[in-house]
């Protein structure tokens, strides 16, 4: 328990250094972020976080997370380890959305995989279409799991035809309908 306080203390006072942000590819590659309590800004790693699995996440770089794409940009998030966490994001200081409201348990059920955090429908999650152009990343914390004062979540920014993330079951279910009803149409 000691070291968990230790690695919440040691985190929380690397949120508060300056940081310079980070340029970021929108190629689909997770970036880890760290947070503190409720109404505080999303700061980086330093690559102290947990790591992720499926997939592996980057936990270096930090707040403002800046791109260009010349097309539309999906921007995903996804809470990780104690469900709950919600976050407000911005791009240019302009609010693109919150995560989604769950049911706060802060029961860990997919530790710091993202695969299994996005089929479960316990993790808080935000997706939403960025315009072209240039692009500045922020968020701060707007719920807390119960019983965490802080954690890691991570991020994803894709340009293209990158298909939003769904929860795993929902999503096979729904496709195997969908080419059920193809099936049944040709053959009428």
Same mark, same amino acid.
């Given at each position: 328990?000691?070291?968990?306080?230790?690695?919440?203390?040691?985190?929380?006072?690397?949120?508060?250094?300056?940081?310079?942000?980070?340029?970021?590819?929108?190629?689909?590659?997770?970036?880890?972020?760290?947070?503190?309590?409720?109404?505080?800004?999303?700061?980086?790693?330093?690559?102290?976080?947990?790591?992720?699995?499926?997939?592996?996440?980057?936990?270096?770089?930090?707040?403002?997370?800046?791109?260009?794409?010349?097309?539309?940009?999906?921007?995903?998030?996804?809470?990780?380890?104690?469900?709950?966490?919600?976050?407000?994001?911005?791009?240019?200081?302009?609010?693109?959305?919150?995560?989604?409201?769950?049911?706060?348990?802060?029961?860990?059920?997919?530790?710091?995989?993202?695969?299994? @955090?996005?089929?479960?429908?316990?993790?808080?999650?935000?997706?939403?279409?960025?315009?072209?152009?240039?692009?500045?990343?922020?968020?701060?914390?707007?719920?807390?799991? @119960?019983? @965490?004062?802080?954690?890691? @979540?991570?991020?994803?920014?894709?340009?293209?035809?990158?298909?939003?993330?769904?929860?795993?079951?929902?999503?096979?279910?729904?496709?195997?309908?969908?080419?059920?009803?193809?099936?049944?149409?040709?053959?009428?």
């Amino acid at each position: 328990m000691t070291g968990l306080v230790s690695h919440i203390l040691c985190s929380l006072a690397l949120l508060a250094l300056p940081a310079f942000g980070t340029a970021i590819n929108p190629d689909g590659t997770y970036h880890e972020f760290l947070f503190g309590s409720s109404g505080t800004a999303l700061g980086t790693c330093g690559g102290l976080c947990s790591p992720t699995t499926n997939p592996t996440s980057e936990s270096t770089s930090s707040p403002p997370w800046t791109f260009t794409s010349a097309g539309p940009a999906t921007l995903f998030v996804i809470d990780l380890f104690s469900p709950g966490d919600r976050f407000q994001f911005f791009d240019n200081n302009v609010s693109v959305g919150s995560t989604s409201s769950i049911t706060n348990s802060g029961n860990d059920t997919c530790g710091g995989d993202i695969g299994c @955090a996005i089929s479960a429908v316990n993790y808080s999650r935000l997706s939403v279409l960025l315009s072209a152009g240039s692009h500045s990343l922020t968020g701060t914390v707007i719920q807390n799991a @119960a019983g @965490a004062p802080g954690g890691a @979540a991570v991020f994803s920014v894709s340009t293209g035809a990158a298909a939003i993330p769904e929860p795993g079951p929902f999503g096979l279910v729904l496709g195997t309908g969908l080419v059920g009803i193809s099936f049944v149409r040709r053959q009428a």
